[in-house]
């Protein structure tokens, strides 16, 4: 599975944006769907996870009530929709894909995409 993220940019703080990740391959709809994000000077955070169908979703706290996962099965794409976002949200976001097992926290994840940057001015 190849994987490649868009859709970041910059905006003001209090703004959206809405990222994608298009995915190659044919059992797209078989994988559970990740974003991830690395902040400058951090370490690589979970964001969100969805299952293979879209029935089952998990959030970071950080997150949660703000940011919505979803997924296009049909067009082999997920999505991130970011609202209320903070100058705390700038970093580079990455979308992962897991074959196997996989838990709340994002663990699991078995390929990986270029990331897209987000940067969320004050």
């Known amino acids: 599975v190849q994987l490649q993220a868009s859709g970041g940019g910059l905006v003001q703080a209090g703004g959206s944006l809405r990222l994608s990740c298009a995915a190659s391959?044919?059992?797209?709809?078989?994988?559970?769907m990740g974003w991830f994000r690395q902040a400058p000077g951090k370490e690589r955070e979970f964001v969100a996870i969805?299952?293979?169908?879209?029935?089952?979703?998990y959030y970071a706290d950080s997150v949660k009530g703000r940011f919505t996962i979803s997924r296009d099965n049909a067009k082999n794409t997920v999505y991130l929709q970011m609202n209320s976002l903070k100058p705390e949200d700038t970093a580079v976001y990455y979308c992962?894909?897991?074959?196997?097992?996989?838990?709340?926290?994002?663990?699991?994840?078995?390929?990986w995409g270029k990331g897209t940057l987000v940067t969320v001015s004050s």
């Open positions: 992962a894909a897991a074959g196997g097992r996989w838990t709340k926290n994002g663990d699991g994840m078995d390929y």
């Open positions: 391959g044919r059992t797209f709809s078989s994988y559970a």
């Open positions: 969805i299952s293979w169908n879209g029935g089952i979703t």
